[in-house]
């Protein structure tokens, strides 16, 4: 069974930046299209950015050119780098396949406050 664990959230000034990483169990990492998704207080999740297993990427348009999504499959591992943050941007942050979603991890949390 895949698991999925995220961390390197925290409270952070508007303007700064933060690494996230996801770690994930299982065999199904490397042949996966993965993704961090977000939910913000009172909001649905959604999706930010996307990772092919060949390394193609996307991003949501709120978060196109600040955050950068990587991954290295030698280690089952996603990252997302985030820079240039926003208020806008605090949520819990989540990693998941994108398509054929898996149990959720508990996520990180990522506050952006002066």
């Known amino acids: 069974q895949v698991q999925l664990v995220e961390s390197g959230g925290g409270l952070v000034q508007p303007g700064g930046s933060l690494r996230l990483s996801c770690a994930a169990s299982?065999?199904?990492?490397?042949?996966?299209?993965m993704g961090w998704y977000r939910q913000a207080p009172g909001k649905q999740r959604e999706l930010v950015a996307t990772?092919?297993?060949?390394?193609?990427?996307d991003y949501a348009d709120s978060v196109k050119g600040r955050f950068t999504i990587s991954r290295d499959n030698a280690k089952n591992t996603i990252y997302l780098q985030m820079n240039s943050l926003k208020s806008e941007d605090t949520a819990v942050y989540y990693c998941?396949?994108?398509?054929?979603?898996?149990?959720w991890g508990q996520g990180t949390q990522v506050t952006v406050s002066s």
């Open positions: 998941n396949r994108r398509v054929g979603i898996i149990a």
């Open positions: 299982g065999s199904i990492f490397s042949i996966s299209t």
């Open positions: 990772i092919t297993p060949g390394g193609t990427t």
